[in-house]
């Protein structure tokens, strides 16, 4: 039964799922209807359609041991691919002159991942945490009540991905460290 609930917290604490419909609910939000469409359309088809159509590929081939890209040396490539995907829709959202915040949280989500590469060679952060805390942030700067709602979230994650043994204590630390200071980075240049 934990194993059930884990999986289900890991499930829809998962950055494929979270950063999407974040992206979505905040461009909605902010933009009027015909250029959130578009930017919608721009972020999740130029980075998670792509990710997540290599991601299932590369499990079915046996590239990675699963959809979490948990491996640590499986992470490498994965983390090359994501990156150069989101540093171009991040150009692309800066060249067409968009809203600061979105620039900005880009910005900040490219920073964390390159970082995330950086430290994986010693260290492999957990993602789902760095994001979800990122997150966390973001949602923070918008709405105060949502942003700690969705924070609390944070130890029963990290719960899950310790109970599924996808990580240990120091990579959920990890993890949530990337978050905060890329979360706070966004909060000190807004």
């Known amino acids: 039964m934990k194993t059930t609930i884990a999986k289900l917290i890991s499930t829809l604490g998962h950055p494929f799922l979270t950063v999407p419909v974040f992206v979505v609910f905040l461009l909605f939000s902010i933009e009027p209807a015909r250029q ?13 359609v792509p990710i997540g159509i290599k991601t299932i590929l590369g499990v079915r081939k046996g590239t990675y041991t699963n959809l ?13 691919a994501t990156s150069v ?9 800066w ?28 260290v492999k952060a957990s993602m789902h945490l760095a ?13 105060w009540y949502a942003g700690l709602c969705f924070l609390l979230f944070a130890p029963l994650l990290a719960w899950s991905r310790l109970h599924l043994k996808r990580h240990v204590n120091k990579e959920i ?14 909060w000190l240049l807004s």
């Not at 959130?36 to 998670?48: C, V």
């Not at 067409?96 to 010693?122: K, P, Y």
């Open 36 to 48: 959130a469409t578009y930017l919608s359309f721009l972020i999740i088809g130029g980075i998670f």
């Open 68 to 80: 979490d890209v948990s491996d640590q040396g499986q992470r490498q490539e994965w983390f090359i």
């Open 85 to 93: 995907l989101l540093l171009i829709v991040t150009a692309i959202i």
């Open 95 to 122: 060249l067409t002159n968009q809203g600061w915040t979105l620039r900005l949280a880009l910005s900040c989500a490219l920073m964390l991942l390159l970082v995330a590469q950086a430290v994986n060679i010693r």
């Open 131 to 143: 994001f979800h805390t990122f997150l966390g942030f973001l949602i923070l700067y918008f709405n």
């Open 173 to 186: 630390v990890v993890g949530i460290a990337l978050g905060v200071v890329f979360g706070m980075v966004f």
